[in-house]
């Protein structure tokens, strides 16, 4: 069955510092690869996807995710974190052609000022 | 542009009680999604559906019904809610065009049992 990980539940970091937020799935064939983040009290808004091509794939607000298919990884970073980047982070996997994506736990990040 | 609305926003409702929520789409895309969101579980999918009358169960289905007789609604009910079913539901459409399936979010339904 397909599922998906998260490695870091909660991570709090100081403003200007580099963020990396693990995401790893299980699925063996084709799969189509995304990033959300929920801001306080907002639903969620697509940061980034990943569906063919360069496996390097940037997103809005400076973040940018890896897509590692032998590692089964598709990890979010951004250089330098701000405090308005305070927010909670679902990796997103979407299996084939079937439409069904299903979410990683999420990741809430802290940005201290 | 309209976009994806739920209804109601918020709603409390009691055990034993059967309660719908609604997920409306202006888009016309041919999934539609419901999640429920849970500290410490995140996003788990309920149901789905790739099309009108078809329809699929998620990683948590049990107490819940979903129908789609129309392309652009998708409701979601609790036959008979329980405490346990607290939380909040999230909507969500795709199009398969380009097989890329991006999601788009409605804004949720916080729904609490008492």
């Known amino acids: 069955a397909q599922s998906v990980s998260q490695h870091n539940h909660h991570v709090i970091l100081s403003e200007a510092a580099s963020l990396e937020l693990g995401c790893n799935y299980s699925?063996?064939?084709?799969?189509?690869l995304f990033w959300y983040v929920q801001y306080p009290g907002q639903h969620l808004q697509l940061l980034l996807k990943?569906?063919?091509?360069?496996?390097l794939v940037k997103g809005i607000k400076g973040f940018e995710a890896e897509f590692i298919k032998s590692k089964f990884s598709f990890n979010l970073r951004k250089p330098s974190v701000q405090w308005s980047d305070t927010a909670e982070y679902f990796c997103?996997?979407?299996?084939?052609?079937?439409?069904?994506?299903?979410f990683g736990q999420g990741t809430t990040l802290q940005v201290k000022p | 542009d309209a976009g994806i609305t739920q209804s109601p926003r918020y709603k409390i409702t009691e055990t034993g009680r059967q309660v719908t929520l609604m997920c409306h789409q202006t888009?016309?895309?041919?999934?539609m999604f419901w999640y429920r969101q849970d500290l410490g579980h995140g996003l788990r999918l309920i149901y789905y559906?790739?099309?009108?009358?078809?329809?699929d169960k998620g990683e948590v289905p049990d107490g819940y019904v979903v129908s789609r007789s129309k392309t652009e609604n998708f409701p979601l009910t609790l036959e008979s809610a329980t405490r346990s079913q607290t939380s909040v539901y999230f909507c969500?459409?795709?199009?398969?065009?380009?097989?890329?399936?991006?999601?788009?979010f409605g804004p949720g339904t916080r729904l609490t049992v008492t």
């Open positions: 969500a459409s795709s199009d398969d065009r380009g097989n890329t399936y991006e999601q788009y």
């Open positions: 699925y063996g064939g084709t799969v189509n």
């Open positions: 990943y569906f063919s091509g360069d496996p």
């Open positions: 997103g996997v979407c299996s084939g052609n079937t439409g069904k994506l299903i």
């Open positions: 888009w016309s895309h041919s999934y």
């Open positions: 559906s790739a099309a009108a009358d078809i329809t």
